[in-house]
């Protein structure tokens, strides 16, 4: 398992790709295939009201949540590709130019 972790606008927000013999969660909207890669990652956008209050770059937003919706990879790379720019394309939604943002692969034992 590899937890991808992409920091900007002071704060961060990190998904998971499960590899190859791991058991990604099942819920609705999983992949139906057996993909060797599933990348699982929440998705939020920003809202005028209600939704829940953060910090970002010393303003406070409120953003409103998405379900996750894991998409399975035949490779490692397509899988890690699609990470990175869900995390970039998460941060531009509430205004952080994704050109700041700086991604990390953390890789971790799932036991």
Do not use: N
């Amino acid at each position: 398992m590899l937890l991808v972790r992409g920091y900007g606008g002071g704060t961060a927000l990190t998904g998971t790709v499960f590899e190859r013999g791991e058991e990604p969660p099942t819920y609705k909207g999983a992949p139906d295939e057996d993909a060797p890669y599933v990348w699982v990652c929440d998705a939020f956008y920003e809202v005028e009201s209600g939704g829940t209050a953060m910090e970002l770059e010393e303003r406070e937003i409120r953003i409103a949540f998405e379900s996750p919706m894991p998409r399975g990879f035949e490779t490692r790379t397509q899988a890690l590709e699609a990470a990175d720019d869900h995390i970039k394309t998460q941060f531009a939604r509430i205004g952080v130019d994704p050109k700041s943002i700086e991604i990390e692969v953390v890789p971790t034992d799932p036991a």
